[in-house]
Nanobody, 120 residues
């Protein structure tokens, strides 16, 4: 089984920065995509950013230019650096690891979530 452990959430003022981290452990397929999703109260879970094992990145339009995602594949860790935070970034942030097999089947693993609150 794969387990994801998140850290780095908290309270920050608008315009500030936070760096989250997520560590994956267990039996991890080498070709994978790691990323972060978020869910605001009353909202749906949405992709924030992700990065493949080949380091191809993808960002939600709402965070482009403000967030930067990186990974350490040797340690199975992923780090989103979140800058210029806005109150609308307030949400529970979830780490995700996705494996897409040659057959086309997909395994998704999720962390427990970490709260990020941006005050105005």
């Amino acid at each position: 089984q794969v387990q994801l452990m998140e850290s780095g959430g908290g309270l920050v003022q608008a315009g500030g920065s936070l760096r989250l981290s997520c560590a994956a452990s267990g039996r991890i397929f080498r070709d994978n995509r790691m990323g972060w999703y978020r869910q605001a109260p009353g909202g749906q879970r949405e992709l924030v950013a992700d990065i493949t094992s080949g380091r191809t990145t993808n960002y939600a339009d709402s965070v482009k230019g403000r967030f930067a995602i990186s990974r350490d594949s040797a340690k199975n860790m992923v780090y989103p650096q979140m800058n210029s935070l806005k109150p609308e970034d307030t949400a529970v942030y979830y780490c995700n690891l996705r494996v897409t097999y040659y057959s086309g089947s997909v395994d998704d693993y999720w962390g427990q979530g970490t709260q990020v609150t941006v005050s105005s």
